[in-house]
């Protein structure tokens, strides 16, 4: 049966620093592992590996892109190998913009085990690089304004930690992790309350102090969601000058209440919508759609044999 280490003080740490618990990332990479194994072993790599070789390897990148999810891969292999048996020593930091050729990390360790970790540690990390790639792309496209992109709960299933995480690394702004911490009052919402108002106010006799943000598809809806006292306002599928008027009408009743925008956005047209003055702008595709980073694990010539 394949044995998994604990995670060492060190990379759960480092996980820590950067927003993820550490627990819920080492119980999402052993089922990875579980995955891939199928309650048995690398069949591959035990036949035709000594149990005693150790291999030196890098990770690299491939193409142009941001770097994400480095201690996560750090943390796969570290689960696989334990803590005595593995060295993983990173090169750039997460958030980093690299070129091809560059060499994100380097690992030494036993190799049977390293080709093990493997697939998991590469399916993460070129993942989350892909999400704070696509991120990147909007940030730079919004820069010089005073927009900013922001991911949505269109994530994959068990990866919104990590996806939401890797959205940060890309420059971007998280919207609520999840159905508690904020409320969001969507059209169907306001249908089956009744309306802006009520829905709002219904919101508030539940929960006094957390953000609400209220979606509205006309600037009638924009006007009574600011009045009802929301925090934030999704615009929906307005077009620019739409947008323009919708900046000015929030700007006379209340400057404190930020504009969502969302519906049909695009990396072509994110820079005249920042250009409204439109606070955020929602895009679901930066984890949704994000294509993954092309990231390899190269090792060296002459592994070498445990001594």
């Given at each position: 049966m394949f044995v998994f280490?604990?995670?060492?003080d060190?990379?759960?740490?480092g996980?820590?620093a950067?927003g993820?618990?550490p ?13 891939d ?13 000594p149990?005693d070789?150790r291999?030196?390897a890098t990770?690299?990148?491939r193409e142009?892109g941001?770097?994400a999810?480095?201690?996560v891969?750090?943390a ?5 190998c334990?803590d005595?048996a593995?060295e993983f020593?990173p090169?750039?930091s997460d958030g ?5 050729g560059?060499?994100l990390?380097?690992v030494i ?7 093990t ?6 399916n993460?990390l070129?993942?989350?690089s892909g999400v ?5 792309r ?9 927009a ?5 709960r269109?994530?994959?299933p068990g990866l ?13 702004e998280?919207h609520?992790m999840?159905?508690s911490d904020m409320a969001?009052?969507k059209?169907?919402h306001v249908a089956?309350?009744g ?11 539940l929960?006094a ?7 509205v598809d ?7 969601a600011i009045v ?12 620019l000058?739409q947008m323009?008027e ?6 006379e009743?209340d400057?404190k209440?930020r504009?969502e ?6 990396l072509?047209?994110?820079?005249a919508?920042a250009?409204?003055?439109v606070?955020l ?17 190269d090792?060296?010539?002459n592994?070498k044999v445990c001594?």
């Amino acid at each position: 049966m394949f044995v998994f280490h604990p995670l060492t003080d060190r990379t759960q740490s480092g996980l820590i620093a950067v927003g993820l618990d550490p627990d819920a990332i080492a119980a999402l990479i052993r089922h990875a592992l579980e995955e891939d194994l199928m309650g048995g072993v690398d069949v591959t790599s035990v036949a035709t590996i000594p149990v005693d070789q150790r291999s030196t390897a890098t990770f690299g990148s491939r193409e142009v892109g941001v770097v994400a999810g480095l201690d996560v891969a750090a943390a796969v292999i570290e689960i696989v190998c334990g803590d005595q048996a593995s060295e993983f020593s990173p090169l750039v930091s997460d958030g980093s913009s690299v070129e091809p050729g560059v060499r994100l990390a380097e690992v030494i360790a036993p190799t049977r085990q390293l080709l093990t970790a493997e697939r998991t540690a590469l399916n993460l990390l070129c993942h989350l690089s892909g999400v704070a790639s696509l991120t990147r792309r909007w940030a730079d496209a919004l820069s010089g304004t005073s927009a900013v992109v922001r991911d949505t709960r269109k994530t994959t299933p068990g990866l919104r930690a990590l996806e939401k995480y890797a959205v940060r690394c890309g420059g971007g702004e998280n919207h609520r992790m999840g159905l508690s911490d904020m409320a969001l009052v969507k059209d169907n919402h306001v249908a089956a309350a009744g309306g802006i108002t009520v829905a709002y106010q219904r919101v508030r006799e539940l929960e006094a102090t957390i953000p609400v943000e209220i979606e509205v598809d006309s600037l009638a809806g924009l006007r009574e969601a600011i009045v009802a006292g929301a925090d934030e306002v999704l615009i929906d599928n307005f077009d620019l000058d739409q947008m323009r008027e919708a900046v000015a009408l929030r700007d006379e009743l209340d400057p404190k209440v930020r504009l969502e925008a969302s519906g049909g956005l695009t990396l072509e047209t994110a820079r005249a919508v920042a250009e409204t003055g439109v606070d955020l702008i929602a895009v679901g595709e930066l984890t949704h759609s994000a294509r993954v980073l092309d990231i390899g694990l190269d090792f060296e010539i002459n592994p070498k044999v445990c001594q």
